[in-house]
């Protein structure tokens, strides 16, 4: 696989059909090289391609992603490609290979409030916001952070017995780092701290019914 091709190759993902002639004006790349990702792509099982289109459904950008994952591209590299919805979806993606349940885009009521995902294993909830931003200052992820600390409140507050923790996953960062002990995740970073979230949560802060 080449990878700079198949991360271009996430850029002509949209669903619907697309031509080959279609699909490498928009990735930028001669016909035969757009050809040759449609083929890998459906060999894999995202879209189906009879030859000249190639059908794409919801989530096929997602499991191109997870491909390349698996073929060694860096995650925060493929991530790129993704708009917000498209990383929200990798965000549970993640979630979802680790065995949590998963609800997307969660709607709180009075006063509203939407919840990106939320994560749901051994009886705690963890409680993301996406922040598909190129760059961030120090004061918005502190705003971010306040604000995700709410919408956990008002959570616990509507669910019954539940333990829930707020967390930022976020496009570009170097390392994981804490406010007011949220987490703050870089999306590279995201399947090893689920691996270890459950081991950390005394560091975490946690909300709960009281």
């Avoid at 995202?46 to 794409?56: K, L």
Wanted: proline fraction near 2%; aromatic fraction near 8%; include cysteine.
């Amino acid at each position: 696989m080449n990878q700079k091709l198949w991360l271009d190759g996430l850029d002509g993902i949209i669903p619907g059909g697309v031509s080959v002639m279609d699909f490498s004006k928009v990735i930028n790349a001669d016909k035969n090289a757009a050809r040759k990702i449609l083929e890998e792509m459906a060999r894999n099982h995202i879209g189906r391609f009879d030859g000249e289109v190639m059908e794409f459904n919801d989530g096929d950008k997602i499991k191109a992603v997870m491909f390349a994952l698996e073929k060694g591209i860096q995650i925060d590299e493929a991530a790129e490609h993704l708009d917000w919805k498209d990383f929200e979806g990798l965000t549970a993606q993640i979630l979802d290979l680790k065995d949590f349940a998963i609800i997307r885009n969660l709607i709180l009521t009075n006063p509203r409030m939407e919840i990106d995902v939320v994560g749901i294993k051994f009886g705690v909830a963890m409680l993301i916001d996406c922040k598909h931003w190129k760059r961030h200052s120090q004061s918005a992820l502190e705003k971010a952070v306040l604000k995700q600390v709410e919408r956990t409140k008002q959570y616990v507050a509507k669910t019954k017995g539940a333990i829930a923790a707020p967390a930022i996953v976020t496009l570009y960062q170097d390392k994981v780092s804490f406010i007011n002990n949220v987490p703050i995740v870089p999306i590279f970073q995201f399947a090893s701290f689920v691996d270890e979230f459950y081991g950390n949560l005394e560091d975490i802060e946690t909300i709960r019914t009281e």
